[in-house]
Protein backbone atom coordinates (compact mmCIF):
# COMPACT_ATOMS: atom_id res chain seq x y z
CA UNK A 1 0.00 0.00 0.00
CA UNK A 2 1.46 3.75 -0.92
CA UNK A 3 1.43 5.79 2.21
CA UNK A 4 2.57 9.49 2.12
CA UNK A 5 3.32 11.56 5.10
CA UNK A 6 2.66 15.06 3.65
CA UNK A 7 3.06 18.89 5.08
CA UNK A 8 2.51 22.21 4.27
CA UNK A 9 3.03 25.83 5.77
CA UNK A 10 -0.81 26.73 5.41
CA UNK A 11 -1.69 30.27 5.18
CA UNK A 12 -5.38 29.97 6.59
CA UNK A 13 -4.35 28.74 9.73
CA UNK A 14 -0.49 30.33 9.72
CA UNK A 15 0.78 27.10 10.76
CA UNK A 16 2.11 23.77 9.53
CA UNK A 17 -0.31 21.18 8.46
CA UNK A 18 0.32 17.36 8.61
CA UNK A 19 -1.39 14.32 6.92
CA UNK A 20 -0.60 11.10 6.05
CA UNK A 21 -2.12 9.63 2.35
CA UNK A 22 -2.91 6.08 1.58
CA UNK A 23 -3.49 4.80 -1.45
CA UNK A 24 -2.90 5.69 -5.32
CA UNK A 25 -6.08 4.90 -7.27
CA UNK A 26 -10.03 4.90 -6.15
CA UNK A 27 -12.81 7.19 -4.28
CA UNK A 28 -10.56 9.75 -1.96
CA UNK A 29 -11.77 10.16 2.04
CA UNK A 30 -10.61 12.34 4.00
CA UNK A 31 -10.72 11.16 7.99
CA UNK A 32 -11.17 13.76 10.82
CA UNK A 33 -9.12 12.60 14.29
CA UNK A 34 -10.97 12.72 17.55
CA UNK A 35 -10.80 15.09 20.21
CA UNK A 36 -6.93 16.35 20.55
CA UNK A 37 -6.15 13.45 17.74
CA UNK A 38 -3.30 13.66 15.50
CA UNK A 39 -3.26 12.87 11.55
CA UNK A 40 -1.25 9.62 12.50
CA UNK A 41 -4.23 8.02 14.90
CA UNK A 42 -6.36 6.52 12.27
CA UNK A 43 -3.48 4.10 11.56
CA UNK A 44 -2.23 4.39 15.07
CA UNK A 45 -5.92 2.50 16.08
CA UNK A 46 -5.93 0.29 13.13
CA UNK A 47 -8.24 1.62 11.35
CA UNK A 48 -6.04 1.90 8.27
CA UNK A 49 -5.50 -2.04 8.56
CA UNK A 50 -9.46 -2.65 8.57
CA UNK A 51 -9.62 -1.04 5.39
CA UNK A 52 -6.18 -1.84 3.77
CA UNK A 53 -7.61 -4.50 1.46
CA UNK A 54 -10.00 -1.91 -0.34
CA UNK A 55 -7.31 0.97 -0.54
CA UNK A 56 -4.71 -2.28 -1.94
CA UNK A 57 -7.50 -3.45 -4.42
CA UNK A 58 -7.04 0.33 -5.87
CA UNK A 59 -11.00 1.27 -5.04
CA UNK A 60 -10.04 3.65 -2.16
CA UNK A 61 -8.07 6.32 -1.00
CA UNK A 62 -7.59 7.67 2.78
CA UNK A 63 -6.32 11.11 3.83
CA UNK A 64 -5.82 11.54 7.29
CA UNK A 65 -5.75 15.58 8.10
CA UNK A 66 -4.18 17.02 11.20
CA UNK A 67 -6.88 18.56 14.08
CA UNK A 68 -6.76 22.28 15.38
CA UNK A 69 -9.12 21.36 18.46
CA UNK A 70 -6.61 22.29 20.87
CA UNK A 71 -6.61 25.61 19.55
CA UNK A 72 -10.36 25.91 18.68
CA UNK A 73 -13.07 23.98 20.39
CA UNK A 74 -10.58 22.94 23.56
CA UNK A 75 -8.73 26.26 24.32
CA UNK A 76 -9.35 26.72 27.61
CA UNK A 77 -8.23 30.13 27.31
CA UNK A 78 -9.63 31.38 24.30
CA UNK A 79 -12.68 33.65 23.99
CA UNK A 80 -15.73 31.77 22.44
CA UNK A 81 -15.56 33.92 19.42
CA UNK A 82 -11.83 33.24 18.78
CA UNK A 83 -12.46 29.51 18.89
CA UNK A 84 -15.01 29.96 16.35
CA UNK A 85 -12.55 31.88 13.90
CA UNK A 86 -10.07 29.19 14.71
CA UNK A 87 -12.86 26.51 13.48
CA UNK A 88 -13.77 28.89 10.40
CA UNK A 89 -10.11 29.35 9.61
CA UNK A 90 -9.66 25.12 9.36
CA UNK A 91 -12.93 25.34 7.20
CA UNK A 92 -10.72 27.55 4.96
CA UNK A 93 -7.47 24.89 4.97
CA UNK A 94 -10.08 22.23 3.95
CA UNK A 95 -11.84 23.77 1.38
CA UNK A 96 -9.32 26.28 0.11
CA UNK A 97 -5.79 23.99 0.61
CA UNK A 98 -6.71 20.68 1.42
CA UNK A 99 -9.30 19.98 -1.11
CA UNK A 100 -7.39 21.24 -4.63
CA UNK A 101 -4.49 18.71 -2.91
CA UNK A 102 -6.39 15.90 -3.33
CA UNK A 103 -8.27 16.69 -6.34
CA UNK A 104 -4.96 17.51 -8.30
CA UNK A 105 -3.38 14.06 -6.37
CA UNK A 106 -6.29 12.09 -7.41
CA UNK A 107 -8.36 13.36 -10.38
CA UNK A 108 -11.50 12.87 -8.46
CA UNK A 109 -13.54 16.14 -8.23
CA UNK A 110 -15.78 14.98 -5.45
CA UNK A 111 -14.75 12.92 -1.78
CA UNK A 112 -16.02 11.48 1.24
CA UNK A 113 -15.46 12.09 4.74
CA UNK A 114 -15.64 10.32 7.86
CA UNK A 115 -14.80 10.30 11.66
CA UNK A 116 -15.22 9.03 14.92
CA UNK A 117 -16.94 10.56 18.02
CA UNK A 118 -15.54 14.36 17.11
CA UNK A 119 -14.17 13.60 13.81
CA UNK A 120 -17.89 12.58 12.94
CA UNK A 121 -18.81 16.15 13.74
CA UNK A 122 -16.23 17.12 11.71
CA UNK A 123 -17.50 15.21 9.02
CA UNK A 124 -20.67 16.08 8.90
CA UNK A 125 -20.35 20.13 9.41
CA UNK A 126 -17.61 19.59 6.43
CA UNK A 127 -19.84 17.84 3.98
CA UNK A 128 -22.77 20.05 4.86
CA UNK A 129 -21.12 23.38 4.32
CA UNK A 130 -19.53 21.92 1.33
CA UNK A 131 -21.89 19.79 -0.64
CA UNK A 132 -20.57 20.13 -3.89
CA UNK A 133 -17.01 18.65 -2.71
CA UNK A 134 -18.66 16.21 -0.10
CA UNK A 135 -20.89 13.91 -1.21
CA UNK A 136 -20.68 10.88 1.04
CA UNK A 137 -20.15 11.21 4.69
CA UNK A 138 -20.08 8.53 7.67
CA UNK A 139 -20.67 9.62 10.95
CA UNK A 140 -19.46 7.25 13.68
CA UNK A 141 -20.68 8.68 16.88
CA UNK A 142 -20.66 11.96 16.30
CA UNK A 143 -22.10 14.75 18.07
CA UNK A 144 -23.61 17.60 16.13
CA UNK A 145 -24.33 20.68 18.62
CA UNK A 146 -20.81 21.24 19.39
CA UNK A 147 -21.03 25.04 19.97
CA UNK A 148 -23.48 24.61 22.30
CA UNK A 149 -20.89 22.02 24.21
CA UNK A 150 -17.91 24.15 24.07
CA UNK A 151 -18.97 28.11 24.21
CA UNK A 152 -21.33 27.79 27.15
CA UNK A 153 -23.99 30.93 26.48
CA UNK A 154 -21.80 32.32 23.51
CA UNK A 155 -23.63 32.69 20.42
CA UNK A 156 -23.67 34.48 16.85
CA UNK A 157 -23.37 33.44 13.44
CA UNK A 158 -20.21 31.51 13.65
CA UNK A 159 -21.62 29.04 16.26
CA UNK A 160 -25.00 28.86 14.29
CA UNK A 161 -23.12 27.95 10.96
CA UNK A 162 -21.07 25.27 12.89
CA UNK A 163 -23.85 23.94 14.32
CA UNK A 164 -25.60 21.65 11.92
CA UNK A 165 -28.70 21.16 14.47
CA UNK A 166 -29.31 24.55 14.11
CA UNK A 167 -28.26 25.80 10.62
CA UNK A 168 -29.56 22.52 8.57
CA UNK A 169 -33.56 22.51 10.33
CA UNK A 170 -33.59 26.60 8.65
CA UNK A 171 -32.01 25.79 5.76
CA UNK A 172 -34.03 26.67 2.62
CA UNK A 173 -31.57 27.66 0.14
CA UNK A 174 -32.38 25.68 -3.23
CA UNK A 175 -28.30 25.23 -4.18
CA UNK A 176 -27.85 23.50 -0.93
CA UNK A 177 -30.82 21.71 -0.61
CA UNK A 178 -30.17 20.22 -4.15
CA UNK A 179 -26.94 18.92 -3.70
CA UNK A 180 -27.86 17.49 0.02
CA UNK A 181 -30.50 15.26 -2.19
CA UNK A 182 -27.94 14.07 -4.75
CA UNK A 183 -25.50 12.96 -1.74
CA UNK A 184 -25.35 10.31 1.26
CA UNK A 185 -24.74 10.60 4.70
CA UNK A 186 -24.15 7.52 7.32
CA UNK A 187 -25.01 7.94 11.17
CA UNK A 188 -23.68 5.00 12.58
CA UNK A 189 -23.93 4.49 16.43
CA UNK A 190 -24.17 2.78 19.51
CA UNK A 191 -27.51 1.48 21.03
CA UNK A 192 -25.62 2.51 24.36
CA UNK A 193 -23.59 5.46 23.00
CA UNK A 194 -24.01 8.89 25.44
CA UNK A 195 -24.54 10.57 22.07
CA UNK A 196 -26.46 8.52 20.45
CA UNK A 197 -29.46 11.29 20.72
CA UNK A 198 -27.32 13.36 18.33
CA UNK A 199 -27.56 11.41 15.38
CA UNK A 200 -30.92 10.65 16.26
CA UNK A 201 -31.98 14.48 15.58
CA UNK A 202 -29.45 14.70 12.91
CA UNK A 203 -31.41 11.91 10.64
CA UNK A 204 -34.98 13.30 12.05
CA UNK A 205 -33.24 17.16 10.08
CA UNK A 206 -32.46 14.39 7.20
CA UNK A 207 -35.71 12.71 6.72
CA UNK A 208 -37.56 16.53 6.99
CA UNK A 209 -35.09 17.58 4.64
CA UNK A 210 -35.67 14.85 2.09
CA UNK A 211 -32.26 13.98 2.49
CA UNK A 212 -31.02 10.89 1.39
CA UNK A 213 -29.39 9.10 4.67
CA UNK A 214 -29.00 5.98 6.85
CA UNK A 215 -29.02 5.80 10.84
CA UNK A 216 -27.34 2.52 11.85
CA UNK A 217 -27.74 2.03 15.65
CA UNK A 218 -25.83 -0.84 16.28
CA UNK A 219 -26.34 -3.07 19.62
CA UNK A 220 -24.12 -2.07 22.84
CA UNK A 221 -21.94 0.99 23.38
CA UNK A 222 -20.24 1.31 20.27
CA UNK A 223 -17.72 4.52 21.38
CA UNK A 224 -14.75 2.72 20.62
CA UNK A 225 -12.47 1.83 18.31
CA UNK A 226 -13.42 -1.66 18.14
CA UNK A 227 -16.48 -0.96 16.96
CA UNK A 228 -15.20 1.77 14.36
CA UNK A 229 -13.43 -0.31 12.94
CA UNK A 230 -16.09 -2.43 12.06
CA UNK A 231 -18.21 0.14 11.27
CA UNK A 232 -15.51 1.34 8.31
CA UNK A 233 -15.22 -2.12 7.24
CA UNK A 234 -19.25 -2.20 6.78
CA UNK A 235 -19.45 1.43 5.06
CA UNK A 236 -15.58 1.50 3.36
CA UNK A 237 -14.46 -1.66 3.05
Known sequence: MRRHYVKWYSPSLHRDMELLAYGDRGFPVVVFATSGGRFHEYEDHGMIHALAPKIERGELQVFCVDSVDQSSWYNGW???????????????????????????????PQMGATGCSFGGYHAVNFA??????????VSMCGAFDIPKRFIGGYYDHNAYFNSPLDYLP????????DRFRRNYYVLATGHGDPLLDQSLKLAQEFQFKQIPHLLDIWEGFGHDWPWWQQMAIKFFG
Not at 128 to 137: Q, S
Not at 170 to 177: E, K, M, V
Open 170 to 177: NLSDGWFL
Open 78 to 108: AHPADKLHRQNAFDAYLILEFTPFVQNRTSW
Open 128 to 137: LRHPDVVTYV
